[in-house]
Nanobody, 115 residues
Framework: QVQLVESGGGLVQPGDSLRLSCAASGFMFRIYTMDWYRQAPGKQREMVARITSGGITNYADSVKGRFTISRDNAENTVYLQMNSLKPEDTAVYYC?????????WGQGTQVTVSS
């Protein structure tokens, strides 16, 4: 079955960097669009970054220029490189894909940006 497993979260200071990873299994990873979402306490889940099977990317305005999404189809992994982190980036970050009309989510990884 489809499995998405995130890793790489943690506690960092403002201005620091983190790289999140999402290891995918159970489906033909290379043909699917992959997304990163995040959810901060008391807020709705929002899309942060998206990468298509062809490598086309798009980003939420709040992270443009700071975050980079990439994928390694040989490793069935999608990454989110986060630079110049801000306290408002604090959230649980989720990996997501949609397959045959169904949404699949990882368990999430906590990112906390605090001094």
């Amino acid at each position: 079955q489809v499995q998405l497993v995130e890793s790489g979260g943690g506690l960092v200071q403002p201005g620091d960097s983190l790289r999140l990873s999402c290891a995918a299994s159970g489906f033909m990873f290379r043909i699917y669009t992959m997304d990163w979402y995040r959810q901060a306490p008391g807020k709705q889940r929002e899309m942060v970054a998206r990468i298509t099977s062809g490598g086309i990317t798009n980003y939420a305005d709040s992270v443009k220029g700071r975050f980079t999404i990439s994928r390694d189809n040989a490793e069935n992994t999608v990454y989110l490189q986060m630079n110049s982190l801000k306290p408002e980036d604090t959230a649980v970050y989720y990996c997501h894909t949609k397959r045959s009309g169904l949404d699949y989510w990882g368990q999430g990884t906590q990112v906390t940006v605090s001094s």
